[in-house]
């Protein structure tokens, strides 16, 4: 059996997911930052973030309560964006791209 041709709508998001990449820490200045790091030592690390978003909740486990989700942006530096995740007050994800 033949495999389906993509369409062109998974070939755009493809591309797109290219240009992002992830990573486990971020350097703010002379300081690192890591996945697990607490949102008030982020911002004493990083200062306060250009831009925050209420991303909206998710489950904690065992489904026993909502966390909040949060996504706070960095940047420019040197024509980096840093985009950094948190879910109940913990950086789950740090996500750089170039600026435009």
């Given at each position: 059996?033949?495999p389906?041709?993509?369409?062109?709508?998974?070939?755009?998001?493809l591309?797109?997911?290219?240009?992002?990449?992830?990573?486990?820490?971020?350097?703010c200045?002379?300081?690192?930052?890591?996945?697990?790091?607490?949102?008030f030592?982020?911002?004493?690390?990083?200062?306060?973030?250009?831009?925050?978003?209420?991303?909206?909740?998710?489950?904690?486990?065992?489904?026993?309560?909502?966390?909040?989700?949060?996504e706070?942006?960095?940047?420019?530096?040197?024509?980096?964006i840093s985009?950094?995740r948190?879910?109940?007050?913990?950086?789950?994800?740090?996500?750089?791209?170039r600026?435009?």
């Open positions: 059996m033949k389906k041709p993509l369409r062109p709508l998974t070939l755009l998001l591309a797109l997911a290219g240009t992002a990449e992830s990573a486990n820490s971020l350097r200045g002379s300081r690192l930052v890591s996945t697990g790091d607490r949102m030592e982020v911002e004493e690390k990083c200062g306060p973030p250009r831009q925050r978003d209420l991303i909206g909740y998710a489950l904690g486990p065992h489904w026993r309560r909502e966390l909040i989700i949060e706070w942006v960095y940047g420019p530096d040197n024509g980096m985009v950094l948190f879910e109940g007050n913990r950086l789950i994800k740090i996500e750089t791209f600026s435009r």
